[in-house]
């Protein structure tokens, strides 16, 4: 890779900024989706110490930005008349909450709860459930209400998981079978899902997170994350794309999602976030994104409301400076896409 020509992707040099030099050292996939097509460009290792180059079907861990593909699936039930944004779901989780409690509220992280992220486990440690989770059973405290209740924005990937379990309660479905049954299947998704753990066929074809692989199990250097909804999501740039597409294509004239379903998740409850997703101010509002941050992955997806265009971005490191460095270069990828076809237009 030392004497690699230099690339550029729609005028932004992936390699150089994300500081790929090395064909043993980090790695970077990347899509892009416009007018019908998928984009894609990878660079690096998706396993750090070995020759293992990334390529655009490699999985990798998404993150957050499972919230938003947990509402997309959450809304299908909406539209079907099985699930209510707005009903009260005290008696479905009388085991955790003793006061009125909407999933509305839940997905806009405007219910105050507590546990804004999750570490997640070792591959092959035991597994827990969503009860456990909220319980403060595994490696993070009990969920509890710190805020007031829909007075103010407290980002809590508790509050999701807590949503996660009223959703599998409702539906008597996991949100991998709802996933696949309700998104996955109907966009032609072949490569993603809620799996936790990687199944041994999967762990193949999968990308590393950072040093997992070296510090903690040479055979699966990822974390197991119990809370789905919140941080489960394994997917690729090119399958996060359509993902995307799709809820654009339904937020202007239905598709995936009702219209109004679309309009709904979009649409800002308090601090700019909607259900799961965060919209744009002023001259970029008609932007939604979401980031996502996984022990060893980031993950930065954003789209346009107003035309068929997204940018996805996921690579195998985490700190500040990467995560920085991502929105930054999925923002120039972005609006310069967003340049050429205006161009064309």
């Not at 900024?17 to 990347?30: C, L, M, N, P, R």
């Not at 456990?132 to 405290?141: E, F, W």
């Not at 009990?142 to 829909?150: D, K």
Request: with cysteine; charged share 25%; glycine share 10%.
């Amino acid at each position: 890779m030392e004497n690699k020509q230099k690339e550029y992707f729609h005028g932004v040099d992936i390699d150089e900024i994300f500081k790929i030099k090395k064909a043993d050292g980090y790695g970077v996939s990347v899509a892009v989706a416009r007018d019908g097509n998928v984009e894609t460009y990878c660079t690096g290792s998706g396993r750090f110490g070995e020759n293992f180059p990334v390529y655009p079907d490699m999985l990798f861990q998404a993150g957050s930005v499972s919230k938003p593909v947990f509402a997309m699936t959450l809304l299908r039930f909406v539209d079907k008349g099985k699930i209510d944004l707005d009903a009260d779901l005290s008696g479905i989780l009388s085991d955790f909450i003793r006061i009125p409690m909407t999933f509305s509220a839940l997905l806009s992280h405007t219910a105050g709860f507590n546990v804004h992220g999750f570490p997640g486990y070792r591959a092959d440690a035991p597994k827990l459930s969503l009860e456990d989770v909220l319980m403060g059973r595994g490696n993070t405290p009990p969920l509890r209400r710190i805020r007031p209740y829909g007075r103010q924005f407290c980002y809590s990937g508790g509050g999701i998981t807590l949503a996660e379990l009223a959703f599998t309660r409702i539906t008597d479905m996991t949100l991998q079978e709802a996933f696949q049954k309700e998104v996955a299947d109907p966009l032609g998704l072949t490569r993603s899902g809620y799996f936790q753990p990687l199944s041994e066929d999967k762990t193949g074809n999968a990308a590393f997170g950072g040093k997992l692989g070296i510090k903690e199990d040479p055979e699966h250097g990822y974390h197991y994350y119990p809370e789905y909804a919140a941080a489960g999501f394994w997917s690729t740039p090119s399958e996060l794309a359509r993902i995307g597409i799709e809820l654009s294509r339904s937020y202007r004239e239905g598709g995936l999602l009702s219209m109004e379903s679309a309009r709904r998740m979009v649409t800002p409850v308090l601090n700019h976030y909607g259900l799961c997703i965060v919209r744009g101010e002023e001259k970029e509002a008609d932007i939604v994104s979401h980031g996502g941050w996984n022990e060893g992955f980031l993950t930065n997806w954003r789209l346009s409301l107003k035309e068929d265009l997204c940018v996805a971005l996921m690579i195998n490191r985490s700190n500040n400076r990467t995560a920085k460095t991502m929105e930054t270069s999925v923002s120039e990828l972005f609006n310069n896409v967003k340049s050429d076809v205006a161009e064309r237009i």
